[in-house]
Each structure stands twice: as C-alpha cells, then as structure tokens.
C-alpha cells in the first residue's frame, strides 16, 4: 500500500532497486504498489518486507495464509469469459458492466462488502530519464473503489486478457484482506500472492502453480521461478 492508502499496480523499467511486486507469473508482468521493475519475464517478484511496528503481527498472519476458498459453482470463471469478450470488441462499458458482476459474484461468496469499479481508458505513464512507470490498476480502501486500466501506455491498445484479470484479482485481494480478514494494512507478503494467485487461475480456468520461494535481503522473499515451472 502507498501513504495514499492506494494498491497500486504498476509497470516499470530501467530500475535496479526493487521497491515492490509482480502478482502473478506469465509473459506480461503486472506489479504493486508503484513497482519499479525492469521488463521481462523473469523479473524477480519480491514480497514486502515485514513491519517493525505493531501491525508485524498482522503481517506475519498475512503470509501465514497462503489458501483462499474457491466457489464452486462456476460463477466467476463464467463471468471472466464475458470480460474476455467484451475486451475483444473492445467494448469498456460492457467491460465495466461485467467486472462489476464479477465483483458482485465474489463479494457475495465472501460475505464482504461489494466494492465498486471503474474501468479506465489507456494506462498512466510517467516517464523519466532513466526509467518509466505504468499504471495497471489500484484499490482504495476507503472508498472500496478499484480502477483497472483497459489500453495500453504508448500504443492504447486493448491490453490481454490475462494481464486484464490477474490485476483485477490482484486487487479484489486487497479488498479481501481489508474486509473478509480483518487486517489493517494489505502487504504483498507471500501469502497475499499465493490467494491473489489462486484466485485469477479460478477465475480463467487455468491450473494453478505452486510458488517455490528463496529468501533474499531485507527480510523479503523472491519466486523460484525455474523451480515454480518445474514443478507446473
């Protein structure tokens, strides 16, 4: 989370400090919380590290639990298949019309609040010498309001699919660690990564990896990518 109280996801390049996070795996990368990241599909996907302070233990319970209840009754995945095809004729009201029932669908499965939705047009993106950052989606837990950009940065065009669903998952999470667990803050610990994780790959109908970590520098972990697609 930014000091705004703001998920972000964010897309970057030409940085070598890492401040943030990739959510899921895949040839297009989508990252948190103004990630600044180099391209390319084997960017490394680094978890907060844990807080000093009193929310530690909040932290510590977040990475704790790496599983998230799945419904059963294909609801979400049905839904996801008309954000695909509203995508493909390039149609946002209908996008913003079904990422709202998928929203709705989870929320009620959840016992949480509904949170609204806005889907955007093409990406923000601020440039600098050295490096560029672009926004993909954020969440604020305030308002319970998620925004999703639908284009592309530079060539506004509609983005994939998957890179389209991982960030809405991605930050119906934060949602979820706000409403459904209670927690005071929403980390990219581990365990936020594995339920974000679980969550998209319901939802496309895709098989689920299991994550290998390596622990790095700061008290931060990192995904073992080449033993994650092993393991596949």
Not at 97 to 113: E, G, I, K, Q, W
Not at 121 to 147: K, Q, S
Not at 202 to 214: C, D, E, Q, S, V
Request: a positive charge; glycine letters at 6%.
């Amino acid at each position: 989370m930014n000091q705004s109280g703001r998920s972000n996801i964010a897309h970057s390049t030409g940085v070598a400090h890492l401040r943030d996070r990739l959510l899921r795996s895949g040839n297009e990368l989508d990252f948190n919380c103004r990630c600044l990241i180099p391209f390319g599909s084997k960017a490394a996907v680094l978890t907060d590290s844990a807080p000093r302070n009193s929310n530690r233990t909040s932290f510590l319970e977040s990475d704790r639990i790496k599983s998230l209840e799945l419904p059963q009754n294909g609801r979400l995945p049905s839904i996801s298949k008309s954000i695909e095809l509203a995508m493909k004729g390039g149609n946002t009201t209908g996008v913003r019309r079904a990422c709202a029932d998928f929203l709705s669908a989870a929320s009620r499965f959840y016992n949480v609040p509904e949170c609204s939705i806005r889907v955007l047009a093409a990406r923000p993106l601020r440039v600098r010498e050295h490096w560029a950052t672009e926004l993909f989606g954020d969440y604020n837990p305030e308002t319970m309001l998620i925004r999703v950009w639908i284009r592309t940065a530079v060539r506004k065009e509609i983005t994939s699919f998957g890179t389209f669903l991982s960030t809405l998952c991605h930050e119906f999470c934060h949602h979820l660690d706000f409403r459904k667990f209670g927690f005071s803050d929403s980390w990219h610990s581990r365990g936020f990564y594995e339920r974000a994780a679980a969550l998209y790959h319901h939802a496309r109908g895709t098989a689920p990896k299991k994550l290998f970590w390596i622990p790095v520098t700061g008290g931060r972990w990192r995904i073992d990518w080449p033993r994650t697609n092993r393991s596949a």
